[in-house]
Every structure is written in structure tokens, then in C-alpha cells.
């Protein structure tokens, strides 16, 4: 069963260029988190999704960024304009919904966009 | 609000040999999930052991343990017999199970682990 798949793996642009990061989740999770990553900062929670509507966006940093989720299997995180501040290591992950027993709780990530803002 | 609290910056061990590493956290709640994810240098998440808090026995995956003490609030990771292969940054997660917060997954800041030949 295929994980969760992002692109790009690479994303390397200039400052001011608009940039779209693309997330398929597991099939059948109900829950997609997109989380950024630098050593700074650490793991920092951006948005996330339950069904496709954005429950909690408290994490993006301002209205550069902007994320959708017009179906169950896409999501994009789009920055725009971007800052060389942004450079960072993307992370889009999914989950089941409810508790244990029936749920682990866990969270699949997928390998990340690494992006570089020049 | 949750917290998770690594306090190991960095922590080396010598092949075969064990290391643990620490996890505080600090919550109201009375049920919930813990998690130890490993991010190797290909900087890919993978779980590496989960804990529901309801569950008095301490997980176990093959060389991976922990000791949760629920009244501490302290969920460590032990790694027995080190292999270089378990080089990396290891994060410890809290997950809530109230209805309300399910999205909110608290991690950590990391502790870098090293395996010396």
C-alpha cells in the first residue's frame, strides 16, 4: 500500500516566486497535517484537515501561505510570495480518525519537500 | 496545552551498547498516545514505538522499549544493542485522544543519537 506521496522532493527558487508543495494522503485517512521543519524551529504544525476542511490554521506564519484540500486524495501548501525565511523541510502526513483501540493514532508522513528559497 | 519536553540535546553510544533517552510531558488528560519517531539523515519519519496511556505494560518493538510512568508523566526510550543504523534524530509525541483536539500532536525538540564503532 503506497504511503503518503509528496512533491517535490526538491524545490529550489527565488525569492518572490510563488510555490506549490502537492501531498497525496494514505487512502481512507480522514486527518492531513502539513508541518514544517527547520533546525530553528523544529517540527512546527502549519494546518491541518479533518474531511477535507481546514480544522486549525493557527500555525501558518502569515497570509503568504495558503493550503487546500479539495478532495480526500490532494493537498497542496502554496507560499507565495516566497521569502528565503521559508526555506525549510515540508512535511504533509495523514491519519485515521477516533481513538484506541481501533485507531493507533498514528501519524504517516510522507518524505518531505525540501525547499530553498534563494 | 500540551507540552513534550526533550531535555538530550545529544546522546552517543557505542555500538551494542544501550542508550535511553528522555520524555517529559505535561498534560490534564487522562488518556492519550505517545510515540517515539526516528528521522535518519534521508530525513524520513518512521515510527518507532506508540503507547496508548490506558496500557499498564511498557511497549516493546524487537531492541526498541520504554518506561512509561503515567504518574510522572515520563515516557523514555531504551535502545538495546545499538546498531549504526539506529543513528539519527529521535522525537517523542504526545497525542491526545479527546474528540475535540484530535489533530493536535505535540512533539518534541529532538535528541540527536550517535553510534560510535
Known amino acids: 500500500d503506497a504511503g503518503v506521496i509528496q512533491s517535490p522532493r526538491h524545490e529550489v527558487t527565488e525569492m518572490g516566486q510563488e510555490v506549490t508543495l502537492r501531498c497525496k494522503p494514505i487512502s481512507g485517512h480522514d486527518y492531513l497535517f502539513w508541518y514544517r521543519q527547520t533546525m530553528m524551529r523544529g517540527l512546527e504544525l502549519l494546518i491541518y484537515f479533518n474531511n477535507n476542511v481546514p480544522i486549525d490554521d493557527s500555525g501558518m506564519p502569515e497570509d503568504r501561505f495558503s493550503a487546500k484540500m479539495p478532495n480526500a486524495s490532494f493537498s497542496t501548501l502554496k507560499i507565495q510570495p516566497s521569502e528565503p525565511r521559508d526555506s525549510a523541510v515540508y512535511f504533509c502526513?495523514?491519519?485515521?480518525?477516533?481513538?484506541?483501540?481501533?485507531?493507533?493514532?498514528?501519524?504517516?508522513f510522507g518524505e518531505g519537500s525540501r525547499l530553498t528559497v534563494l | 496545552a500540551q507540552t513534550v519536553t526533550q531535555s538530550q540535546p545529544e546522546m552517543s553510544v557505542q555500538e551494542a551498547e544501550t542508550v535511553t533517552l528522555s520524555c517529559t510531558y505535561d498534560t490534564s488528560e487522562s488518556d492519550y498516545y505517545l510515540f517515539w519517531y526516528k528521522q535518519p539523515p534521508s530525513r524520513q519519519m518512521i515510527l518507532v514505538i506508540r503507547?496508548?496511556?490506558?496500557?499498564?505494560q511498557n511497549a516493546t518493538e524487537n531492541r526498541f522499549s520504554v518506561n512509561f510512568q503515567k504518574a510522572a508523566k515520563s515516557f523514555s526510550l531504551k535502545i538495546s544493542d545499538s546498531q549504526l543504523g539506529d543513528a539519527a534524530m529521535y522525537f517523542c509525541?504526545?497525542?491526545?485522544?479527546?474528540?475535540?483536539?484530535?489533530?493536535?500532536?505535540?512533539f518534541g525538540a529532538g535528541t540527536q543519537v550517535v553510534v560510535t564503532p
Open positions: 502526513a495523514s491519519s485515521l480518525a477516533g481513538a484506541a483501540p481501533l485507531n493507533t493514532g498514528e501519524l504517516f
Open positions: 503507547q496508548e496511556a490506558y496500557k499498564q
Open positions: 509525541a504526545y497525542r491526545t485522544m479527546t474528540t475535540d483536539s484530535w489533530g493536535k500532536f505535540q
